[in-house]
């Protein structure tokens, strides 16, 4: 029991004296009353900063005010509603509901509510422009348009294209409201400041800054056929639409889409470079529709291996293993296996690059491509064509329709083929294709086209110049014997 009020006389005392350390510390006015030294918290300077570095931190912190200040009057919050059907009950007239289904046996439909970002980019007369994500509103069958002000409007869908996911609302207004102003995201470079806008989780007119942690980020995870900026900005659900900001204030992009484990912010965000959006705003407010170039090639990265079995190892491009039979490419002498370096002067760095630059071609004007066939480049000229839905995804005229790949040791064990058989293996047969009219199956190894023997990828390639002959048929090899297919004919 002593030792117990030892201790706590000890921490008494002790306390005593920290509190007396601390008071005698700070500095003040002598209090009238007590005669004591008082220290008050808001008379006291929280940290001493240089006075040149804190001028740097300050001009900082008033050009991050003027950017929020000046572009926040544009950046608005996109409510939605959009209509849906529930399936039918599968179950029919039953007296009950089973499992959730309505009780009966017709479709319902339903609404539902959504909400992302909206930035205003141009002013006609009295209508406004908003520029969001085809996710956001491409859908809706309403839309309210709300100011950082608290004003709302009715929106209306001017156009949408799930392809590029870009959207554009329009509303009328007799009030003079601010537009932003849109930059050159060519210009973007990794470690870019930049800040995000919008109405993350519903809470408007937020702001979020960080860096441009990369460039050129692949979209084919979701989709469609953006090179995104990616940033470490915090972007969130609800963010979908909103502007992502350069230091000078302007659009470098359009905030899209989150890689995230859990649903919030990670730290990975991406944004749809403004300068492959500025056409399909013309477009949208045109006809209603972004029109797309059609080419007629199916596109595939191949590693270095093939590369330079194919006689383009080290060079950037876009390798065309297939090809639409009567396509813009099919008449101008574009063939299967060309590897796709040039595209009107510009170089081709990559399937994502050349499947943009194709897509905003306008229709009926020619092309200047380069190719590499037979490891020698050799200049076509291709008239481009609209692109549809029709066309663009029937296999009927897909040549060859199948994808041939080396036979490496890895593919010779899987099918157990020895080391003399030699050609190129089919995968990836497609569905009507001409391949699948000739019976060709996943695993057929094709020794030799139009009777002349094929050892690898480029004889192959070289077997099928359509300049040469009309028609085609393969021989199918195995360790047992061959079979010959059918004819295709052009």
């Not at 060519?186 to 800040?195: A, E, M, P, R, S």
């Not at 403004?274 to 029109?291: L, M, P, Q, S, Y």
């Not at 490496?408 to 047969?429: M, P, S, W």
Request: charge should be neutral; aromatic fraction near 8%.
């Amino acid at each position: 029991m002593k030792r117990f009020t030892k201790n706590i006389v000890g921490a008494a005392v002790a306390a005593v004296l920290s509190f007396g350390l601390i008071s005698f510390s700070c500095s003040g006015k002598a209090g009238a009353a007590n005669g004591a030294n008082t220290a008050f918290a808001d008379t006291v300077p929280a940290v001493k900063i240089p006075a040149e570095s804190l001028s740097v931190l300050e001009a900082m912190q008033n050009v991050f005010r003027s950017i929020s200040t000046q572009v926040l009057p544009s950046v608005v919050e996109v409510d939605v509603t959009e209509k849906k059907t529930r399936p039918a009950n599968p179950f029919g007239d039953l007296p009950f509901k089973f499992f959730g289904f309505p009780d009966n046996d017709e479709p319902q439909e339903y609404e539902t509510q959504g909400l992302g970002s909206g930035v205003i980019i141009r002013k006609d007369g009295k209508k406004y422009y908003v520029l969001t994500n085809n996710h956001v509103a491409g859908s809706a069958t309403e839309i309210s348009v709300k100011l950082n002000d608290g004003r709302k409007f009715d929106g209306k869908l001017v156009g949408a294209d799930e392809r590029m996911d870009v959207a554009l609302v329009s509303f009328e207004s007799d009030d003079a409201i601010p537009c932003a102003t849109l930059g050159d995201s060519d210009k973007v470079q990794t470690g870019d400041i930049c800040f995000a806008m919008g109405a993350p989780l519903g809470y408007s007119q937020s702001v979020t800054e960080g860096i441009v942690s990369a460039t050129g980020r692949s979209g084919g995870q979701i989709g469609n056929i953006n090179d995104f900026i990616q940033t470490d900005t915090a972007i969130n659900q609800g963010n979908s639409g909103g502007p992502l900001l350069n230091i000078y204030g302007e659009v470098i992009g359009i905030n899209t889409w989150i890689a995230s484990q859990s649903g919030g912010s990670q730290g990975l965000g991406f944004a749809i470079p403004i300068n492959n959006i500025k056409h399909a705003i013309d477009e949208f407010i045109a006809n209603g529709k972004v029109t797309y170039g059609w080419l007629g090639v199916s596109l595939v990265e191949i590693r270095d291996e093939i590369k330079e079995s194919l006689g383009v190892k080290g060079k950037d491009g876009a390798f065309a293993s297939q090809i639409f039979v009567d396509s813009p490419a099919f008449k101008g002498g574009m063939q299967a296996g060309d590897y796709i370096i040039e595209l009107n002067g510009r170089a081709v760095k990559s399937v994502d690059q050349l499947v943009r630059d194709v897509g905003s071609l306008p229709a009926n004007k020619e092309a200047k491509f380069k190719v590499i066939r037979g490891a020698k480049e050799m200049p076509l000229n291709v008239m481009i064509t609209e692109r549809t839905k029709e066309v663009s995804s029937s296999t009927a005229k897909l040549w060859p329709g199948f994808i041939p790949v080396p036979l490496t040791e890895d593919v010779r064990k899987k099918l157990e083929l020895d080391n003399k058989i030699e050609g190129v293996a089919v995968t990836n047969v497609q569905a009507k294709s001409p391949a699948a009219s000739l019976r060709l199956q996943e695993g057929d190894v094709i020794t030799a086209v139009n009777g002349k023997k094929v050892k690898n990828l480029a004889e192959f390639y070289a077997a099928l110049d359509l300049t040469k002959t009309k028609s085609i048929q393969f021989t199918i090899g195995s360790g047992a014997g061959s079979i010959t297919t059918g004819t295709y004919s052009f």
